[in-house]
C-alpha cells in the first residue's frame, strides 16, 4: 500500500486508532469533501471497510464492526463554512467540535441549542452520526435531527450528496438528514452541515430541589413558566432524586421564582448543578425511552441495575451509567430484565455502550427488514461500518 489512499494523506493506525477494540490498518485525513470521496472511491476499488470518527468520544458505542480497514478521520474537516447571522443559520465541516461552533456563534449572540455530551470534544458530525442522546433543553428546541436543515454526505462509492438547503445534488426520494442522523456511519460519511440557530437568551436560571415524587417532575412540562428542561438525578437507587429545571429568556429569575413555588421547594440558582447534561461514565450506557406518565415505573424498573439514572422525564428519555464494573453475563441479565419492565411501561430500552459484544443493545425493531433494505440501497458492498448498527446492519 503506497503512503496514500485516493491521494489522501494516510499513516498506520496504532492502538489508540481501535473501533470497540477493532483495530483498522491504516488512518486517512481528508481535508475537503473531495478528498473523502477520492478516499471511498479507492476503498471501493479495494474492497475496504471503512469507519468514519469524528472527535472519538462516542466511538466505543455501538458494537463493533465486523472488520475495519480504514478509520477515516475527520479532524482536518474543522472550519465553520459560513455563519449567516441575519437568517439564523451556520454551515460546519463534519470535523468542527461543539465547543468551537459555540465560540463562534457566541461572538454574534447566537447558539445552536443543544446540550452536546462532551461538547468540548464531540464534533458536529460525531454527534449527528450517534443522533443522541440528546441534552436536556431538546424539550424545548428539539434534538440534533430536529435543527438540521441541510446535510452533504459522501456515498460509499465516493457520490457526494446533499439535502435541504442550498441543495447541488439529491438523492431521489430519501431525506438524507434523517436518514444519515443516528445511522453511526453505516451509509456513508456526514462531510458537512447546516443547522438552525437561536438567539442566546437574555437570562438564565435554574430550579434544583430534592424531588420525594417522581410525579411532579412530569407534570412540569405545562407549567406558565415555560421550563426549557426539566432533568432529575439520581446516583444510585437508594439515593434521593434531585431535579434541576431550566428557565430561559426575559424575567428568568421570577419565572424561576414561581416554578420554584410550583415544585414546593429548592432553590434557585445562576448556574446549573454539576451533573446537568453530562454523561459521567460511558463504558455501560443504556437509554431509556417511555410516555412521561410512565416515569415512576421505569424509576422502579431501573432500580434493581444498581446504576446512576439521570434524564428528562418531560420528554420520556433516561439514561444509566454504570458506577461499577459489571460482568458480561451480569450486565446482560440486567438489561433483560430492565427491558421487560420498561417495555410493560410502553417504553424502548437501548444499549448505547457496553465492553460486551454479545449483550443485546437494540430489543426487537420492527423497523428492521426497512433498515436492511436503504443498508443494501446505499451500501451493497457493506464496506461502510459494518455491522454497527441495528440487527448487525
Not at 441541510?150 to 457526494?160: C, E
Request: glycine fraction near 12%; proline fraction near 8%.
Amino acid at each position: 500500500m503506497s503512503d496514500t489512499i485516493g491521494g489522501v494523506t494516510t499513516r498506520q493506525a496504532g492502538p489508540d486508532d481501535a473501533v470497540a477494540g477493532v483495530r483498522p490498518r491504516w488512518v486517512v485525513l481528508p481535508e475537503s469533501v473531495e478528498e473523502i470521496a477520492a478516499t471511498l472511491r479507492a476503498c471501493a476499488e479495494r474492497d475496504l471497510a471503512v469507519v468514519p470518527a469524528g472527535g472519538g468520544t462516542k466511538l466505543h458505542w455501538a458494537p463493533p464492526p465486523e472488520r475495519c480497514d480504514v478509520l477515516l478521520d475527520l479532524c482536518c474537516m474543522n472550519e465553520v463554512l459560513e455563519h449567516a447571522a441575519g437568517d439564523l443559520v451556520v454551515r460546519a465541516q463534519a470535523g468542527v467540535t461543539m465547543g468551537a461552533l459555540a465560540g463562534v456563534l457566541a461572538s454574534e449572540g447566537q447558539e445552536l441549542a443543544l446540550d452536546v455530551p462532551f461538547a468540548e470534544d464531540a464534533t458536529v458530525g460525531g454527534t449527528l452520526a450517534t443522533g443522541g442522546p440528546a441534552g436536556p433543553r431538546a424539550f424545548r428546541y428539539g434534538t440534533a435531527r430536529d435543527l438540521l436543515i441541510g446535510i452533504t454526505v459522501v456515498l460509499p462509492d465516493g457520490t457526494i450528496a446533499r439535502s435541504g438547503g442550498k441543495v447541488v445534488k439529491n438523492v431521489a426520494g430519501y431525506d438524507l438528514g434523517k436518514l444519515f442522523t443516528g445511522s453511526y456511519g453505516t451509509l456513508g460519511v456526514i462531510a458537512e452541515a447546516t443547522f438552525r440557530l437561536h438567539p442566546l437568551p437574555p437570562g438564565r436560571r435554574w430550579v434544583v430541589a430534592r424531588l420525594d415524587d417522581p410525579a411532579k417532575a412530569a407534570g412540569l412540562a405545562a407549567s406558565q413558566a415555560e421550563p426549557s428542561a426539566v432533568e432529575i438525578d439520581r446516583p444510585a437507587p437508594d439515593a434521593p432524586i434531585t431535579l434541576a429545571a431550566l428557565v430561559e429568556g426575559t424575567a428568568a429569575a421570577g419565572r424561576a421564582a414561581a416554578l420554584r413555588d410550583v415544585i414546593g421547594a429548592g432553590e434557585v440558582t445562576e448556574e446549573p448543578p454539576p451533573w446537568w447534561g453530562r454523561i459521567l461514565a460511558d463504558e455501560v450506557l443504556i437509554e431509556l425511552r417511555f410516555p412521561p406518565a410512565a416515569t415512576a415505573a421505569v424509576l422502579d424498573a431501573a432500580g434493581p441495575t444498581g446504576m446512576a439514572l439521570r434524564g428528562s422525564p418531560v420528554r420520556g428519555r433516561l439514561l444509566l451509567e454504570s458506577a461499577r464494573a459489571m460482568e458480561e453475563g451480569e450486565l446482560a441479565a440486567a438489561v433483560a430484565r430492565l427491558r421487560a419492565g420498561v417495555e410493560a411501561a410502553g417504553g424502548r430500552v437501548q444499549v448505547l455502550a457496553a465492553p460486551y459484544a454479545k449483550v443485546d443493545r437494540w430489543g426487537q425493531v420492527g423497523s428492521l427488514p426497512l433498515m436492511r433494505r436503504v443498508k443494501e440501497r446505499f451500501d451493497p458492498g457493506r464496506r461502510m461500518s459494518p455491522g454497527r448498527y441495528v440487527g448487525g446492519v
